[in-house]
């Protein structure tokens, strides 16, 4: 849930061409969280496991979108993504932690697909 300092978006925008969602906060803060960040940094279970290291590396996501994104009480939202990912909640306080933190965690993650010589584009069809 959102706590009293947690800031709430005043508004969140799919923007299909560019693959980003906007979000504007009321102290005028606006940021561009692009789909694939979104997805590799799901707070699912399937991405981030139910511990310390049980995290699963999300490879081939560049070219993923958000079909819709469905709001959650006052709390929260569900983007549905079109490699049919749809179990990630992003609570207000979450999604403003991945907007502050957008550069740090796009090269750690940058890092760790480097590490495991893995790639942000999607296999060929008809290969995994």
Do not use: N
């Amino acid at each position: 849930m959102a706590g009293p300092d947690t800031p709430i978006p005043t508004e969140v925008k799919l923007h299909q061409v560019s693959k980003v969602l906007e979000l504007a906060f009321a102290d005028g803060h606006a940021f561009r969280l692009p789909y694939e960040f979104l997805r590799v940094y799901s707070p699912s279970a399937e991405v981030r496991g139910h511990g310390p290291g049980q995290e699963t590396l999300q490879v081939g996501k560049q070219d993923v979108t958000i079909d819709e994104v469905e709001p959650i009480g006052h709390y929260a939202i569900r983007p549905k993504f079109s490699d049919g990912h749809d179990t990630g909640i992003y609570s207000w306080e979450y999604l403003h932690d991945l907007c502050v933190r957008q550069d740090e965690l796009w090269q750690d993650y940058l890092a760790r697909l480097a590490e495991a010589g893995a790639s942000r584009e999607a296999p060929p069809k008809g290969r995994a």
